[in-house]
């Protein structure tokens, strides 16, 4: 556990993309949360005002930025949230796609949220309009927010760029790829090998986490057994 001790001077926060349990029981546990809800259809501002009062003063909400931001229309997950959209998905500069980022600004406003999480599907590919569109959207709000992005099925050398330029932090899955910008460590932990979402962290597993801590980092378990990797984890810091 040597690598455990040196990493005890490295602040580590841990918790749940969404909540597995109560949020009474949550709140107790962690002081940390990725809100999942505001991805699918924003909660009314009177209900975020409950989270928000009910948390501990010094509990975290990152908010995940909702769909209609990072995809597209034909997405399965409007469905699913019962929303309809036009045009909007894939950071277009469109004013459907600037209202529901004022609509996420607003939610992280009332959640006292930092962190932003911005996911986009793999449907989202690496090209000069898709690079264009993130240069057009995140030059064009200039709010005091850290800005996490989430890409699927992009090269190194293109995320790193991107990045570097808007300043976004790279979120990653550390046992899939090493983060590529930004001054945190943001990890999401989708879970491993062919379980993937089933997948359950060995011990080992969470200690080799552990190692991938070398500066400040947001831990987030987003796997069927978050809640109780989550706690694993924090047994470890």
Request: aromatic share 14%; charged share 30%.
């Amino acid at each position: 556990m040597r690598g455990a001790a040196r990493n005890l001077r490295v602040k580590v926060k841990v918790g749940c993309c969404g909540f597995p349990v109560s949020m009474k029981k949550y709140f107790q546990e962690f002081r940390l949360v990725e809100v999942q809800k505001t991805f699918y259809k924003p909660p009314s501002l009177d209900t975020l005002k409950n989270w928000r009062k009910n948390a501990h003063e010094d509990f975290e909400f990152t908010v995940k930025a909702w769909q209609k931001i990072t995809h597209p229309p034909s997405s399965p997950t409007y469905r699913k949230a019962g929303i309809e959209g036009e045009d909007c998905g894939f950071f277009k500069p469109t004013q459907e796609v600037f209202e529901a980022y004022e609509v996420t600004k607003e939610v992280a406003k009332v959640l006292k949220a930092n962190i932003i999480v911005f996911q986009t599907p793999k449907s989202f590919s690496e090209s000069e309009e898709s690079m264009q569109n993130l240069r057009e959207f995140f030059s064009s709000i200039q709010d005091e927010f850290v800005f996490v992005w989430e890409p699927r099925g992009w090269s190194d050398e293109s995320v790193a760029s991107i990045c570097g330029e808007l300043n976004l932090i790279h979120a990653v899955d550390p046992f899939v790829q090493k983060p590529l910008y930004g001054e945190i460590n943001y990890f999401r932990l989708h879970g491993a090998h062919k379980k993937m979402y089933r997948h359950k962290y060995s011990d080992e597993e969470l200690k080799q986490l552990l190692e991938f801590c070398v500066r400040e980092s947001y831990v987030l378990f987003n796997n069927v057994y978050m809640y109780e990797d989550a706690r694993r984890f924090l047994g470890l810091i």
